[in-house]
């Protein structure tokens, strides 16, 4: 099972809107959750079941999609949300993650 | 509150062995699975497998079968993730997960553990 994520890299200015993708080889129905993580932290959980917000995790943060194509929106960007996010499927085994989306101020 | 908090640093030669640690404490440890993850230098995450510590089932990546082992003391609630025959590519931060429940949604990680393999 291959994830997919694009772009590799978004470029966007602070309190816009940033739209990530995420695209399996087959469909993973809404077994599929979102993670962030920063340099030389480990990853911390942000949506799983495709749209479900994790404990504590703001409400700019939110998950969509079924089937093969999901998207992670971050409604307005703050200083922290610059950092790496990847998509894991754990429909099937082995479970996958995407090669990741970094995104930077524009 | 939970955490998870994983052995120190290793540095071992090529062939060797390491055995990475990872505490648990804040949830009752037998109710959720434990996965492993690594991360190789400036690479993306990869799964390496799980265990349900209430029965220590284990599910094992098939390219790591070979050569890990994972285990669990619920007497000290430690998960523990012994990898074999290591090799200078295994060099890559070892990350310990918890489940929701018995699932595969991974919730609270340990904080990494480096492990370097160089002669």
């Known amino acids: 099972m291959v994830m997919t994520q694009s772009p590799a890299t978004l470029s966007v200015s602070p309190g816009e809107r940033a739209t990530l993708s995420c695209r399996a080889s087959q469909s993973v129905g809404s077994n599929l959750a979102w993670y962030q993580q920063k340099p030389g932290q480990a990853p911390r959980l942000l949506i799983y079941a495709a749209s479900t917000r994790a404990a504590g995790i703001p409400a700019r943060f939110s998950g969509s999609g079924s089937g093969t194509e999901f998207t992670l929106t971050i409604s307005s960007l703050q200083s922290e949300d610059f950092v790496v996010y990847f998509c894991?499927?754990?429909?099937?085994?082995?479970?996958?993650f995407g090669g990741g989306t970094k995104v930077e101020i524009k | 509150q939970v955490q998870l908090v994983q052995s120190g640093a290793d540095v071992k030669k090529p062939g060797a062995s390491v055995k990475v640690s990872c505490k648990a404490s804040?949830?009752?440890?037998?109710?959720?699975?434990i996965g492993w993850v690594r991360q190789a230098p400036r690479q993306g995450l990869e799964w390496m497998g799980w265990i349900s510590v209430y029965n220590a089932n284990t599910k094992y990546v098939q390219k790591f079968q070979d050569r890990v082992t994972m285990t669990a003391d619920t007497s000290t609630s430690t998960a523990y993730m012994e990898l074999r025959s290591l090799r200078s590519d295994d060099t890559a931060v070892y990350y310990c997960a918890r489940a929701k429940a018995d699932g595969l949604v991974f919730d609270y990680w340990g904080q990494g553990t480096p492990v370097t393999v160089s002669s």
């Open positions: 804040g949830y009752t440890f037998i109710n959720h699975r």
């Open positions: 894991q499927q754990y429909d099937n085994w082995p479970l996958t």
